[in-house]
């Protein structure tokens, strides 16, 4: 059972626009900055979004965070076959003092 | 541009100690402002961050897991490694070592490429 609640799967057709929920609480999303990692198949996850909607070097602009009380969403705009991947959201917990993350999101581009 | 890579035992009996070591090239150990962190995912299942230790050698830990994790730095080696005691089949999982870009943070900016252990006798 992860902290932060994140839908099971999502998918999309190429060229679509999806989101991706991660749901938690006051003493995690809510006061803390989101971020979010791309695992693909078979490899380490990668850091996609940082401090809830900043990009890092290298990230398409397709991909956009966005954080509102105790909820964060990652939007991917012109879903291509590349970004099929599992998706984890992550945060501080000050209950736990720990980082923790979301059970993850497996999306497929169909 | 810093990489990290695991090392250690694919199999672990159970009741022993999983230890791994994480070699770190690109940058140092001991430069402020960095955690570096332990994190594990079993097979087909999500990430669980384990612990990490600072550049200064302090650590902190999961608290599921704080009775049986010890990491610990080795600043001339350029390494940190993981200890964790009572292995259990539970434990097994992908171990990956990261970096941390500060505490009371989830930015992990560099991954390993993970090494997978399986506890069974």
């Known amino acids: 059972q992860s902290v932060l609640t994140q839908p099971p799967s999502a998918s999309g057709t190429p060229g679509q626009r999806v989101t991706i929920s991660c749901s938690g609480s006051?003493?995690?999303?809510?006061?803390?900055?989101v971020y979010w990692y791309q695992q693909l198949p078979g490899t380490a996850p990668k850091l996609l979004i940082y401090?809830?909607?900043q990009r890092p070097s290298g990230v398409p602009d397709r991909f956009s965070g966005s954080k509102s009380g105790t909820s964060a969403s990652l939007a991917i705009s012109g879903l291509r076959s590349e970004d099929e991947a599992d998706y984890y959201c992550?945060?501080?917990?000050?209950?736990?003092?720990?980082?923790?993350f979301g059970g993850g999101t497996k999306l497929t581009v169909l | 541009q810093v990489q990290l890579q695991e090392s250690g035992p694919g199999l672990v009996k159970p009741s022993e100690t999983l230890s791994l070591r994480c070699s770190v090239s690109?940058?140092?150990?001991?430069?402020?402002?960095?955690?570096w962190s332990w994190i594990r995912q079993p097979p087909g299942k999500g990430l669980e961050w384990i612990g990490y230790?600072?550049?200064?050698?302090?650590?902190s830990y999961n608290p599921s897991l704080r009775s049986r994790v010890t990491i610990s730095l080795d600043p001339p080696k350029n390494q940190f490694s993981l200890r964790l005691s009572s292995a259990t089949p539970a434990d097994t999982a992908v171990y990956y070592c990261?970096?941390?870009?500060?505490?009371?943070?989830?930015?992990?900016?560099?991954w390993g490429q993970g090494t997978l252990v399986s506890v069974s006798s």
């Open positions: 990261a970096r941390e870009t500060g505490s009371y943070d989830a930015s992990f900016d560099f």
């Open positions: 690109g940058g140092s150990t001991i430069t402020s402002g960095y955690y």
């Open positions: 230790v600072s550049y200064t050698g302090s650590t």
């Open positions: 006051v003493s995690n999303i809510g006061s803390n900055f």
């Open positions: 401090r809830s909607n």
């Open positions: 992550a945060t501080w917990d000050d209950r736990l003092s720990g980082p923790v």
